[in-house]
T-cell receptor
Framework: AQTVTQSQPEMSVQEAETVTLSCTYDTSESDYYLFWYKQPPSRQMILVIRQEAYKQQNATENRFSVNFQKAAKSFSLKISDSQLGDAAMYFC????????????FGQGTRLTINP | DTGVSQDPRHKITKRGQNVTFRCDPI?????LYWYRQTLGQGPEFLTY????????KSRLLSDRFSAERPKGSFSTLEIQRTEQGDSAMYLCASSLARGAIVNTEAFFGQGTRLTVV
């Protein structure tokens, strides 16, 4: 079974600053995917970044990057140069590589951007 | 194709009534997922289709819930004899997996907000 834990219910950051959202997970799979999804107030979930567990290199997507620590089962998201449009709920998720690839989500972190 | 669409966006129903939600996935996507999201929580997996076959169901999916995906296109989720505990956002997602092509990105719809009164 897979579990995902986000221990920060809320975070806030000043516009243009950097913020890091934490996530830990547990899985018995040897290969798996990890994701960060963003859910703005309109409620549609959007993929922010994806990491394959077999890759050692941390994924990056423009201002978004992850710190993947496989041994520690930690997967944090760093948002650089925060923008007002980054305000949303952020969910960490994992899935198996084979089979259904259903997503297991954490509880979410609400990110507020202060102008 | 503008993405995954769900209908209705909001539904208010009286306890004991039946409700049905519809999801239209991205047209070429053969995998379709239903999730339930209660307030302040992350989505929880309910069920999954590959084409028209329902391949997995969560224990969360009681016998009052049924999902179909006829012809492997749109999907419906029906809840019979609704209870107040069924109040939640019901999210649909789709992805593509065909042969060697496995797209790990699941695209979500905007969800159907169900309120049982």
């Amino acid at each position: 079974a897979q579990t995902v834990t986000q221990s920060q219910p809320e975070m806030s950051v000043q516009e243009a600053e950097t913020v890091t959202l934490s996530c830990t997970y547990d899985t018995s799979e040897s290969d798996y995917y990890l994701f960060w999804y963003k859910q703005p107030p309109s409620r549609q979930m959007i993929l922010v970044i994806r990491q394959e567990a077999y890759k050692q290199q941390n994924a990056t997507e423009n201002r978004f990057s992850v710190n993947f620590q496989k041994a520690a089962k930690s997967f944090s998201l760093k948002i650089s140069d925060s923008q007002l449009g980054d305000a949303a709920m952020y969910f960490c998720a994992s899935s198996k590589i084979q089979g259904a690839q259903k997503l297991v989500f954490g509880q979410g972190t609400r990110l507020t951007i202060n102008p | 194709d503008t993405g995954v669409s769900q209908d209705p966006r909001h539904k208010i129903t009286k306890r004991g009534q039946n409700v049905t939600f519809r999801c239209d996935p991205i047209s070429e996507h053969n995998r379709l997922y239903w999730y339930r999201q209660t307030l302040g929580q992350g989505p929880e997996f309910l069920t999954y289709f590959q084409n028209e076959a329902q391949l997995e169901k969560s224990r969360l999916l009681s016998d009052r819930f049924s999902a179909e995906r006829p012809k492997g296109s749109f999907s419906t989720l029906e809840i019979q004899r609704t209870e107040q505990g069924d109040s939640a956002m019901y999210l649909c997602a789709s992805s593509l997996a065909r042969g060697a092509i496995v797209n790990t990105e699941a695209f979500f719809g905007q969800g159907t907000r169900l309120t049982v009164v």
